[in-house]
């Protein structure tokens, strides 16, 4: 199945589910991470602000037990970026937080992801190196939670 994108190009689901997959670890990521990872990529090019970082509200919506009926649940600060390349593919980001630099990074990151000549460099030099630091925290995290972990039994007392 193939989806129209708002700067009118076709992309598959396969290139959609694989930009999802980048701007998840970026989400995830910390910025300085983002900048370590970026900084070590030699001529880079630069990408625009397409409009200015702007930093907004949205609304946590959540459902009780996942599919109990919808309620708002808070308000959540966010920033979002649109970077373009001199090539013309634009880069998106919505990050929680007012991390502005965070997100213009994320925004270069994606932009270059869809450009076919650094899409591999992004891939490799960006993304797995952040991918594998976020699965390096999880397991800390993980490890950290099973070490406080409580198993409770009940002994049946054999009363007459």
Do not use: H
């Amino acid at each position: 199945m193939l989806v129209l994108a708002k700067d009118m190009r076709i992309e598959s689901e396969t290139e959609t589910a694989g930009r999802r997959r980048v701007m998840a670890v970026l989400a995830r990521s910390e910025r300085v991470d983002i900048d370590k990872q970026i900084g070590a990529i030699e001529a880079l090019p630069r990408g625009r602000n397409v409009r200015p970082v702007q930093i907004g509200l949205v609304m946590l919506r959540g459902r009780i037990a996942g599919i109990g009926a919808p309620f708002n649940l808070g308000e959540a600060t966010v920033t979002r970026a649109v970077v373009r390349l001199p090539t013309g593919e634009t880069g998106f980001s919505y990050v929680f937080g007012r991390d502005e630099e965070k997100a213009n990074r994320a925004a270069l990151v994606d932009a270059l992801w869809q450009c076919p000549k650094w899409r591999a460099t992004v891939e490799s030099e960006i993304i797995a190196p952040l991918a594998q630091m976020l699965r390096r925290k999880d397991a800390v995290a993980a490890a950290e939670t099973a070490a406080t972990r409580v198993d409770f039994f009940t002994l049946v007392r054999g009363e007459d």
